[in-house]
């Protein structure tokens, strides 16, 4: 069983940077390609960046292309987000998801759906004013 605690969100104005972190318990981190995504009210949940167990493969919606990075520290058991150059469309909470493979992809494309993913946490809420 994996737990995963995301943190850093807050209230910025556009233009801004925020870092999320998400802190996973358990030994098979290293071995999990991680995830996140978003969620605005009464909008579906969907993926903003994914990276693989080994940390070469990402992947990024075309909304956040150019802005935002994703990054893990398996010493620290830790991923994060770097969101850079807020837009107040990006106001949403943001989950950490943990998918049990190394991959970030099958046959058919990107793990892109939240029913790819095995393990959530409980969300951190990011909100941009203009």
């Known amino acids: 069983q994996v737990q995963l605690v995301e943190s850093g969100g807050g209230l910025v104005q556009a233009g801004a940077s925020l870092r999320l972190s998400c802190a996973a318990s358990g030994r098979s981190f290293s071995s999990y390609a991680m995830a996140w995504f978003r969620q605005a009210p009464a909008k579906e949940r969907h993926v903003v960046a994914a990276?693989?167990?080994?940390?070469?493969?990402?992947y990024f919606a075309d909304s956040v292309k150019g802005r935002f990075t994703i990054s893990r520290d398996d010493a620290k058991n830790t991923v994060y987000l770097q969101m850079n150059s807020l837009k107040p469309e990006d106001t949403a909470l943001y989950y950490c998801a943990a998918k049990r493979t190394a991959a970030l992809y099958s046959r058919t494309g990107y793990w892109t759906r939240t029913y790819d993913y095995d393990y959530w946490g409980q969300g951190t809420q990011v909100t941009v004013s203009s």
């Open positions: 990276v693989s167990s080994s940390g070469d493969n990402t």
